[in-house]
């Protein structure tokens, strides 16, 4: 998640800067806000997903 934030950034200022050429600025600057938006996404993805029931086979049983 963090990695698409982060190349979404990257692409976003190297696209609106002048550093690229006259001819990929859009482009540059558009994947960069694709790749903002995938981050949002599994981001929500993963904070909306259900907590997984513990294993019961696994666990000990206590003997009394």
Do not use: C, H, N, Y
């Given at each position: 998640?963090m990695?698409?934030?982060?190349?979404?950034?990257?692409?976003?200022?190297?696209?609106?800067?002048?550093?690229?050429?006259?001819?990929?600025?859009?482009?540059?600057t558009f994947m960069?806000?694709?790749n903002?938006g995938?981050?949002?996404?599994?981001?929500?993805?993963?904070?909306?997903?259900?907590?997984?029931?513990?294993?019961?086979?696994?666990?000990?049983?206590?003997?009394d």
């Open positions: 998640m990695m698409f934030f982060a190349t979404g950034m990257l692409g976003i200022i190297i696209g609106l800067s002048p550093i690229a050429g006259k001819e990929q600025t859009m482009f540059i960069g806000v694709v903002i995938l981050g949002a996404f599994f981001t929500f993805i993963f904070l909306t997903q259900e907590a997984k029931a513990p294993d019961k086979r696994k666990k000990k049983k206590k003997r």
